[in-house]
């Protein structure tokens, strides 16, 4: 069983503690404070520990005498106030500054996606190119993405609270109804990438998966092309209820 964990897959994953391969160029920025918190709480955990065991073996039981009774220690006091702000401090600060790049939305992006998460798919909508496709909880829509374009997602909801997530671009964010939410990454990678909604938003919430193709440029033009053959023109704000099958809907109803 423990041999399963040795393919060089899985052997450069727990470099990463457990993330994917990252396939956006702000990725890093996340995949570098996850890495610095497990580093950071690590130093904590092996400090506590050395303490602790230290405690147990200098003043082990060794006699049926009252240990010295104390009530207070100054230092100590003050080093278990301080200690637990620094890290607090430290932390927070690596968060904002980060969170502050991440969702920095001020750079003109080279297309923008508006994502809209129904209950229980995500349609996409292709601003620029005037085109959409909606997925259905039996047909998993795909989200194409140019490689190296820096896109823009809007997301928004007609429902419930959604979360828009691709695990490989270390992102996620909520789609909420009546509050348009946005953020912008920059594919650098070619591949499929698996998505998925990460709220928990009704009956059929686990159908919420779809697929992300980078692609080429040239491979990008030709599904906008192909949806705009397919009819799939325009922009579809509010997707139909009902884009879940009959017999779901007769089960959940
Ligand atoms: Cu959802």
Redesign the pocket.
């Known amino acids: 069983m423990a041999l399963t964990g040795c393919s060089t897959e899985s052997s450069s994953q727990w470099a990463r503690l457990g993330l994917p391969e990252a396939a956006t160029e702000e990725a890093p920025l996340i995949g570098n404070l996850w890495i610095g918190a497990w580093i950071a709480a690590f130093g904590v955990g092996v400090l506590v520990w050395g303490l602790i065991i230290w405690a147990v073996v200098a003043y082990r039981k060794r006699n049926d005498d009252l240990p010295r009774q104390t009530r207070f220690n100054m230092p100590i006091e003050f080093l278990y106030t301080v200690t637990p702000l620094v890290v607090i401090a430290a932390l927070f600060y690596y968060t904002v500054d980060h969170q502050e790049q991440i969702v920095d939305t001020s750079a003109e992006p080279d297309l923008t996606v508006n994502v809209v998460?129904q209950?229980?798919s995500w349609t996409f909508n292709y601003i620029d190119e005037d085109v959409h496709e909606v997925g259905t909880t039996t047909e998993q829509p795909t989200l194409y993405l140019p490689v190296g374009q820096t896109v823009r997602f809007e997301l928004t909801s007609p429902d419930v609270v959604?979360?828009f997530w691709v695990p490989s671009f270390y992102m996620k964010m909520d789609v909420v109804p009546g509050h348009p939410n946005s953020f912008q990454v920059t594919p650098d990678r070619e591949g499929t990438y698996a998505g998925k909604?990460a709220?928990l938003?009704g009956a059929y919430?686990s159908s919420?998966v779809f697929d992300v193709e980078v692609v080429s440029e040239e491979e990008f033009d030709e599904q906008m092309d192909a949806l705009r053959d397919a009819g799939q023109t325009g922009l579809i704000e509010v997707p139909l209820r009902g884009t879940y099958s009959e017999d779901q809907a007769g089960s959940s109803q």
Do not use: A, F, I, L
């Open positions: 998460g209950q229980w959604h979360s909604c709220e938003c919430h919420m």
